[in-house]
């Protein structure tokens, strides 16, 4: 296992569960979108860890852009509004889009991710996220197609998900020490 940072409670995915993961996923997604105009719209900030890794594990032609958005600011809980701090640069119109995110936990972000982008008449939309926190009743209705890893509900770092900005460039996804954020 990896050095732990010292703010670390526990690993909960090291660097090799998420290879492991990530070449699934890379898999799937290759035979999915075979001779298919794919676009990958990852979410920044988070999922630009998750993105790199995931884009060289799809082995069929693809176009890449980004979308910034964000409901959490420095705090553990999603503030319930989320506002649109870039926007794409390439026309998705009749293209099969796949939103590439680190984590589904509310929801709110893809919930209104996934209608910003229908109306903008993709061919498809689909979401592949990292983590999914599916917990009951607490998530609004999106139904990922791709999904790394279930994941409990705890505050989670690494692997492209911060705490206030840190911890983002940590190779595994950890759990936060409850002292760091309280
Ligand atoms: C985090 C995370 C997801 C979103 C998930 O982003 O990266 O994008 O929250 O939460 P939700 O399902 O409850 O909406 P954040 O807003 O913290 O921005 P960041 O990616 O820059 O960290
Ligand atoms: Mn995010
Ligand atoms: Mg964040």
Redesign the pocket.
Known sequence: METMHPDVEKVLFSEEDIANMVKRLGAQISEDYKGKDLVLIA?????VVFMGDLMRAIDTDLAIDFM??????NGTK?SGT?RIIKDLDIDIKDRDVLIV??????????KYLMANLVSRGPASLEVCTFLWKDVEGKQAAIDPKYVGTHCPDEFVVGY???YAEHYRNLPYVGILKPEVYA
């Open positions: 979410v920044l900030r988070g999922a910034a958005v964000s409901s959490y600011g999603s989320v995110e680190d984590i589904l936990d509310s929801g709110l972000t893809l492209g998900l911060d």
